[in-house]
Every structure is written in C-alpha cells, then in structure tokens.
C-alpha cells in the first residue's frame, strides 16, 4: 500500500515536472525572440542597395512596423515575412526557426543563397513557402514531414540539387508546388498520388538524362490526382524527349490535360 502511494506521488511529481518544464519551454519565446530573429536575419544581409531594412528596421521601433514584417493581432508575434523584390542579397541564418509563429515566408525575386535551414522545420504552423527565384543551393532538405499545414511551396528558379525529398508527400495540404528551373534529378516518385488536393505542379527543368518511367504517375510532369493515382493532367512540354507516345497514354481515361508540345516524339500517336 504504502508503495503504491509513493509510486503515485512519484508521478504526480513526474507529471507536474513535465508540465512546469513544457509550460516554460512554451512562455520563454516571445516579441523579444522575433526582433533576435529578425535582427540576425538582417545581419546575414550582405548587399541592400535600396537600403530597405538598413534604415528602416530599426532598432528604435517595434519590429512589427518594419517594412515586410507582419505581427499577428493576438499574440503579438511575427506571422508573414515578405521580403520580395527588395533585391537583397544574403543568406536566411538558422535563427529564422525562432520565428514560432510565421505562417508565411515570401522570399521571392531577391539574391538569396546557401541552403535552405534545416531550422525551418521548427515552424509547424508554416502555409506558405516562396523562395521563388533565388540562388539556394544544395538539396532540398528533408523538413516537410514537420510543416504539415503547408499549402504552398514555390522552390522555382533557384539552384537546387538532388532528389526531391520524399516528407515532402507528407504535406497533405499542398495545393501549389513549384520546383521548376532547378538542378534536381530522378523522376517523380510515386508519392505525388499521395497529394490529392494538390491542383498545381511544375516540375519543368529540361535534362536529356530524365526519361520516361514505366509507371504513369512516375512521369516528370504528371499529376496524379485521387488516392487511386489517377492522372488527371500530364504536362511533359519542352523537355527533349525523344521515342513514341507510350500506348499507356491513351488507358489515362481521368485526363483532361494533356501537353506534349515542343518535344521530339514520333510515329503515330496512340488513339
Ligand atoms: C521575453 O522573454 C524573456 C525571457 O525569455 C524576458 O527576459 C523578456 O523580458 C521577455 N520580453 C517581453 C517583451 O516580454
Ligand atoms: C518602415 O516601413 C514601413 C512600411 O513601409 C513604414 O510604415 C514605417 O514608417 C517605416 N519605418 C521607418 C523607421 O522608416
Ligand atoms: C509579398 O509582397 C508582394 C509585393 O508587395 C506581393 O505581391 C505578394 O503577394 C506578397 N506575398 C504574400 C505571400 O502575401
Ligand atoms: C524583381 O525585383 C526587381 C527589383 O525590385 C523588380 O524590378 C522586378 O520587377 C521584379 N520582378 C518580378 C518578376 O517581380
Ligand atoms: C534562436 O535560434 C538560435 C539558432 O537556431 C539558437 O541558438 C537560439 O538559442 C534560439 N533562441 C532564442 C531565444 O533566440
Ligand atoms: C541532368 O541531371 C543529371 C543528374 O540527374 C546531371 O548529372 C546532369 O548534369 C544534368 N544535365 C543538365 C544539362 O543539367
Ligand atoms: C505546360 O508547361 C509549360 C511550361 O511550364 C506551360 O507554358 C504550358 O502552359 C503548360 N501547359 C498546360 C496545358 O498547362
Ligand atoms: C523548346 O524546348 C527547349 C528546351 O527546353 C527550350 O529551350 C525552348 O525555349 C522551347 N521552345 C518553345 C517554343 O517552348
Ligand atoms: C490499357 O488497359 C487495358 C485494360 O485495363 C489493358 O488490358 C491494357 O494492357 C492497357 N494498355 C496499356 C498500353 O497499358
């Protein structure tokens, strides 16, 4: 008896611990976290010819009337970064994690470059991702299976390598993905049947080395779109493939686009 109570009040104790130390961890980021955050992102700025966040993030003013940054109305933290155009050139430094509660990330038309954080996986509540026209290199990191609320990621005309990760089909709420003008290799996994709201997908890198797979939903440029991988538009134009139509072309009975131009196909196509 006497055992059984001091095992339950060991783990009262061990449950009041746990919940002191999460309920800590959770207080101990605040505005204060964010302008560290942003502070340092401005550090890593090494050109800002319009001198955009040179003068105007300044220190003397609250981060939430800086130029790009916006603040959520009731907690008061940062929740949309949208540096765009403001032709900047530097790298996004790892303290850009620190920004807990960002649901949007516009990095479009600037110089960024280096990899993209792996610290980006600590914004769980992230819904948009654009880097759109960049210089990020080296491969896509495997962060995705830890933003689960992303619906759109525009990685495009950056100089991306390698596969395409595959946590990134975890998304479940991706609607837009855009990869294309990138230096990334392989085919389209099979997962892609896994993204079933997905409703826009560009790929488009022309590379000889890329082929035709055996399995449809494999193809470079086709979106499968229900559970049962059914391709509802294949786009594989200007990507220098060669050979005939494969006959499985015409069995795609879900298809209601289809865009081949600019290719070297030939022979008949199938009917
Ligand atoms: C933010 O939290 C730190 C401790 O983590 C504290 O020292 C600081 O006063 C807090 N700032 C604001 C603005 O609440
Ligand atoms: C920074 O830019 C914002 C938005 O353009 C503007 O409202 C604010 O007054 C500017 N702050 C300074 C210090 O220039
Ligand atoms: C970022 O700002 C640009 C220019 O003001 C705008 O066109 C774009 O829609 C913004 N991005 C987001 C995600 O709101
Ligand atoms: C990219 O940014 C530059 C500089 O702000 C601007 O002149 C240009 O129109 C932008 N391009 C696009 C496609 O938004
Ligand atoms: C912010 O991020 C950096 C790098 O990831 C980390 O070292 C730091 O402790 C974080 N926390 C705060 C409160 O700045
Ligand atoms: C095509 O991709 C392969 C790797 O898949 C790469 O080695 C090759 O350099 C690429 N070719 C071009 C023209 O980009
Ligand atoms: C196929 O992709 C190309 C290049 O991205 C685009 O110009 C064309 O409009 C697309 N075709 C269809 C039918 O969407
Ligand atoms: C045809 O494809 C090649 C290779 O991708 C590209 O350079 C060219 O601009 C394309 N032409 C048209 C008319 O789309
Ligand atoms: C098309 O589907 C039919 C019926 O499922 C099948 O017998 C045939 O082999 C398929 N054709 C190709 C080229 O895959």
Not at 13 to 22: C, E, I, K, N, P
Not at 159 to 177: D, V, W
Request: contains cysteine; aromatic residues 8%; charged residues 15%.
């Amino acid at each position: 008896m006497g055992n059984t109570g001091f095992c339950l009040a060991l783990m009262m104790a061990v449950l009041l611990l746990h919940f002191v130390v999460s309920f800590s961890t959770k207080t101990t980021t605040n505005i204060s976290t964010d302008r560290s955050a942003l502070l340092a992102l401005k550090a890593h700025i090494v050109s800002d010819p319009r001198k955009m966040l040179e003068t105007n993030w300044s220190t003397a003013t609250s981060i939430c009337n800086w130029v790009g940054v916006t603040c959520g109305s009731r907690h008061q933290r940062v929740i949309a970064l949208n540096l765009s155009s403001m032709l900047l050139t530097g790298t996004v430094p790892p303290q850009i994690g620190n920004l807990s509660f960002l649901t949007s990330l516009d990095l479009t038309n600037d110089s960024f470059h280096g990899s993209l954080p792996i610290q980006l996986t600590n914004l769980h509540r992230l819904k948009l991702i654009n880097l759109l026209w960049n210089n990020f290199y080296e491969e896509i990191p495997s962060l995705f299976e830890h933003l689960p609320k992303l619906q759109i990621l525009d990685l495009g005309g950056n100089k991306l390598s390698g596969k395409i990760p595959l946590g990134l089909f975890k998304c479940k709420e991706l609607q837009i993905l855009e990869l294309a003008g990138n230096n990334l290799e392989g085919i389209l996994p099979k997962e892609i049947g896994d993204l079933t709201i997905l409703n826009s997908l560009s790929l488009r890198k022309p590379n000889r080395s890329w082929s035709i797979d055996t399995f449809i939903c494999n193809w470079v440029g086709a979106a499968c779109g229900s559970q049962h991988q059914r391709v509802v538009a294949l786009n594989l134009s200007s990507m220098f493939l060669t050979g005939t139509v494969p006959l499985q072309i015409g069995n795609l009975s879900f298809l209601t686009s289809l865009d081949l131009t600019n290719n070297s196909f030939h022979g008949s196509f199938p009917i």
